[in-house]
């Protein structure tokens, strides 16, 4: 089957909101464009002492409002279609939840689970060489993304760092954010994006005077975003009542807790496979499970023409980067299900890397109060100018934070005009 | 993995042949059949009419292991990532060859100047030039005119890299381009680099072969620059010009063609259709024009299972790039035609440039004599190692200048290793 181009669907997307809001033709032709596009390929001495050819690519696709920021992501579907449409949506978080920041992405098209430590360290650093002055602490700045952890973004801060001139290192330290705490890193970045997923469910909540409390809810993809999303959902009395990732799908309509869940899976490679307090179910049992919320928090295109109709919730909640295609948002819409678009209910994870960024580039050391107060203010406002922008054109949420971003963008633009 | 196809899997295939041959180092190998690095740029501009045009450019970078990337920069529809591969890979062998201390490069902007006025080209060639930032460089990467870009065009080039250095540093950089005009840092001679290299590999074949160019009989296909200034020099070593074609149709006169006469009326009505000194015949008649040497100077894939049975010639040199594909190379094989292969014979225009290069960098300013003198050199010199690995594998001559470059690429790897 050919993969669904997930680029596809970010065109579709701001198609839509460009007609709808009269982007300027001019300013709409330049941002359905991607700016820059490196591709590398580079060879890496594996342990074995044999040479292995990677391929690398990082995508830039707008900096009018910033530097480039995004994630890099290792796995064997990354190509270029998907990190333009990834790089895009960044260009959008940024400018919804108004950071100053631009939109990129990269990644290198490998299943890192087949690889040793030392070789992931190897490729790490291969792949950061062979960037050279395509990333920067003031020009484009990775983070963490599906299969990448604080330890890579050391490796990538060390290489990059150590071919610098020594007087300037000091001062790169901002060249990646979801660095260890140690090495740069800022508090409550790990769970920074689940932190967002429910900062804008709780605002959801109070807009729609619906009680968090014994809540039922549903999450696919218990990564970094799913787990901790669920695990920052408990306080609230709320109830996990199934889970699906990689090794399958475990329900317990009783509830699940998120804590014991987590635990498990550090055990176990990761994966929720094999929970004895839940039991297996298969995939489409899953997806019609009958819950109040649903917290897509693995890959793109899960819902779809095919598996919209079968959900069974009061709102969906994109933990991760297009779970939704845009048959599937339609059909959404028309259930009348609610939906916090993964442009702004995900931007946890980029604000809190702002923060790091600023924390680096100050000399500052933030505590965890100040940094989940800040996020709060950040992704609330950003959430209510959606919400406010959806009201006055009465549209889809999706559309309306596409909305808030294009007007932002259109703005700079029309005060910076075309260079030269 | 995907087989690639067209220009880019010829030229690989080429390689593979080559490497099993001289059983290359496989881990090389691996290395070898893939680029460095790919860039492509989306960039707008605004053009004459004050809208906005979103233009997209490339640069892919092969092998920098023998000196700075290097290698020509198109304007045409066609250019797209395939071609740009194959024809930075085709650099990187050519510039080996030589013996000159370059990697290989291509590059180009998809579009068709033909349709644009000289300000939006102007125009068009800046701002590509303000993308590529700092992945192109004096001592990192030198551009030079290929298909559609010209002297001028360097010019811009130049003007718009220099500008956006420190000042202090911007006459240290003159060499960022090569094919510049005379005054702005050119080499005398690069005008008839491409040619003046063809006829002095002509030279060596005629010199080993006892082969006397005095009233030897040659046609030519193409009439740019590299098909006059080599029917000139030709001429000068009383050799004839019996038939030429172009776009504007083949003409022949047995008893020789006067090529300065032919250009004077070529600049004068832009086609050499209808010169009174020779008459019209067809494509079929131009191919099978007997003579001793064909020059196909023109596009790619002119020799082909079709055509190659009809040459009446001792001897084929390349002017082109890739003017033989694999069937045709088969015939001229079979039928015991000699081949000088484009990556030996018109490597001229590459060799002045490096010479440019060297003149800017050590502010000096060379007379033609010299110029001619060490272009003699190095041609002489890469067409005794071609014939000596031709003589060694006993393979024919493009095998052979292949095998010569990977050879000495083999060795580089063997010293230097794999970084890090």
Request: glycine share 8%; with cysteine; hydrophobic share 40%.
């Amino acid at each position: 089957m050919k993969k669904a181009s997930v680029y596809d669907n970010v065109t579709r997307q701001f198609n839509k909101a460009a007609d709808l809001m009269h982007l300027d033709p001019e300013i709409r032709k330049v941002l359905a464009r991607t700016n820059n596009e490196v591709i590398v390929n580079f060879p890496v001495k594996m342990d074995d002492g044999h040479i292995e050819m990677f391929t690398g690519y990082r995508v830039q696709h707008n900096n009018a409002l910033g530097p480039y920021k995004g994630g890099l992501r290792y796995h064997p579907a990354v190509d270029i279609d998907e990190v333009r449409a990834l790089a895009t949506w960044m260009t959008w978080k940024s400018a919804i939840v108004n950071l100053p920041f631009g939109g990129a992405k990269g990644g290198i098209q490998i299943d890192p689970f087949k690889y040793s430590a030392s070789e992931l360290e190897h490729i790490t650093r291969r792949f950061t060489f062979a960037l050279g002055s395509n990333i920067g602490p003031e020009f484009d700045i990775p983070a963490p993304d599906v299969n990448t952890n604080p330890q890579i973004m050391a490796w990538i801060l060390d290489t990059y760092l150590s071919t610098m001139p020594a007087h300037e290192r000091q001062a790169a330290v901002h060249v990646v954010t979801g660095k260890p705490v140690e090495s740069g890193g800022s508090i409550g970045r790990n769970k920074a994006t689940g932190q967002g997923v429910v900062f804008t469910i709780e605002q959801w909540a109070k807009d729609t005077n619906f009680d968090l409390e014994d809540a039922a809810y549903f999450v696919q993809g218990f990564g970094n975003v799913g787990s901790w999303a669920s695990r920052l959902l408990k306080p609230h009395g709320s109830k996990l009542v199934a889970v699906e990732d990689a090794s399958g799908a475990i329900a317990n309509p009783k509830g699940i807790d998120p804590d014991d869940l987590y635990e498990y899976t550090q055990k176990n490679k990761g994966l929720i496979g094999g929970y004895a307090k839940a039991k297996p179910i298969d995939h489409e049992t899953f997806l019609a499970t009958k819950a109040d919320i649903f917290i897509p928090a693995a890959l793109e295109n899960q819902i779809t023409l095919k598996t919209a109709p079968m959900l069974n919730v009061k709102l969906v909640a994109e933990g991760a980067n297009g779970p939704t295609n845009p048959d599937g948002d339609k059909i959404l819409h028309e259930k009348g299900t609610d939906l916090l678009p993964d442009v702004l209910c995900n931007s946890g994870g980029v604000i809190v890397s702002y923060f790091e960024w600023l924390q680096n580039k100050r000399s500052e050391f933030w505590d965890l109060e100040e940094v989940d107060g800040k996020l709060h203010r950040k992704i609330v406002a950003g959430y209510e100018r959606v919400r406010d922008t959806a009201r006055e054109h009465n549209i889809d949420w999706r559309t309306a934070a596409y909305i808030v971003a294009l007007s932002r963008l259109e703005t700079v633009y029309k005060e910076r005009g075309i260079f030269p | 993995m995907k087989k690639e196809t067209g220009f880019y899997g010829d030229v690989l295939e080429g390689l593979h042949n080559a490497a099993d041959l001289m059983k290359l180092d496989r881990e090389v190998l691996k290395i070898l059949t893939k680029t460095t690095n790919e860039i492509t740029v989306n960039f707008p501009v605004k053009m004459s009419n004050g809208l906005v045009e979103m233009f997209t450019g490339y640069r892919v970078q092969h092998n920098n292991v023998m000196g700075p990337y290097s290698g020509g920069l198109r304007f045409h529809p066609w250019v797209d990532l395939g071609e740009m591969r194959a024809l930075a890979t085709v650099m990187t062998c050519k510039a080996t060859i030589a013996g000159i201390p370059f990697g290989g490069a291509a590059g180009g902007v998809q579009f068709n100047p033909s349709d644009y006025n000289s300000s939006d080209v102007e125009r068009i060639t800046r701002r590509f030039t303000y993308s590529l930032g700092s992945n192109i460089g004096a001592e990192y990467d030198i551009l030079t005119s290929d298909v559609n870009t010209n002297p001028q065009t360097m010019a811009w080039i130049l003007d718009t890299y220099l500008s956006t250095m420190p000042p202090e540093k911007r006459q240290a950089k003159t060499h960022v381009v090569t094919g510049k005009p005379i005054h702005l840092g050119g080499s005398v001679g690069h005008d008839k680099a491409a040619g003046q290299g063809l006829v002095f590999a002509i030279e060596e074949w005629a010199a080993g072969h006892r082969f006397d160019l005095e009233g030897a009989a040659y046609t030519v296909q193409g009439f740019g620059s590299v098909g006059v200034w080599t029917s000139i020099l030709l001429n000068q070593k009383g050799a004839k010009l019996v038939a030429v074609e172009d776009t504007s149709g083949p003409i022949l006169n047995p008893d020789g063609i006067d090529p300065e006469d032919l250009f004077a009326y070529d600049k004068e009505n832009g086609r050499i259709a209808g010169y009174p000194n020779a008459k019209p015949i067809d494509h079929e008649t131009f191919l099978a024009t007997k003579a001793d040497i064909f020059i196909p100077a023109a596009l790619e894939y002119q020799i082909t299972a079709q055509t190659a049975p009809k040459l009446n010639v001792k001897l084929v040199v390349e002017g082109a790039d890739c003017p033989c594909d694999r069937d045709g190379s088969k015939i001229l094989k079979e039928r015991g035609i000699e081949v000088l292969p484009d990556i030996l014979c018109n490597s001229g225009g590459v060799i002045v440039s490096y010479f440019e290069w060297l003149q800017n960098k050590r502010s000096e300013l060379w007379e033609l004599e010299e110029v001619d003198r060490k272009l003699q050199n190095k041609m002489q010199d890469a067409y005794h190692r071609v014939r000596d690995r031709a003589a060694e594998f006993k393979t024919d001559w493009c095998t052979a200048a292949r095998i010569e470059a990977l050879t000495r690429l083999e060795r580089i790897y063997k010293r230097r290793g794999i970084f890090p």
